[in-house]
């Protein structure tokens, strides 16, 4: 059984930062191209960023400079460190395989922007 559970999220202040975690237990990631999805109230779930097998990077336009993908295969765990913090980055936060899911989504970690 796969199992992803994410962590690091919280209420801040905007221009503040904060390590989102995404450990993932039953699998291994070394062969999946992970992803940070967002999920913000009565939207869609978007692509926020994605890392390849190999620690190539990209990301979605509205966090480009301010968000870091990260990922550590031994320890089964892709990071996401958010910088400069926006209200409009407030959702819940997912993470699964980019081109195909390692596993059954998560219950995400809820980030809050607001003063």
């Known amino acids: 059984q796969v199992a992803l559970v994410e962590s690091g999220g919280g209420l801040v202040q905007p221009g503040g930062s904060l390590r989102l975690s995404c450990a993932v237990s039953g699998r291994s990631i070394s062969t999946y191209a992970m992803g940070w999805y967002r999920q913000a109230p009565g939207k869609q779930l978007d692509l926020v960023a994605g890392?390849?097998?190999?620690?190539?990077?990209n990301y979605a336009n509205p966090v480009k400079g301010r968000f870091t993908i990260s990922r550590d295969n031994a320890n089964r765990t892709v990071y996401l460190q958010m910088n400069k913090l926006k209200p409009e980055d407030t959702a819940v936060y997912y993470c699964n395989g980019l081109l195909r899911e390692i596993g059954t989504w998560g219950q995400g970690t809820q980030v809050t922007v607001s003063s």
């Open positions: 890392i390849s097998t190999s620690g190539n990077t």
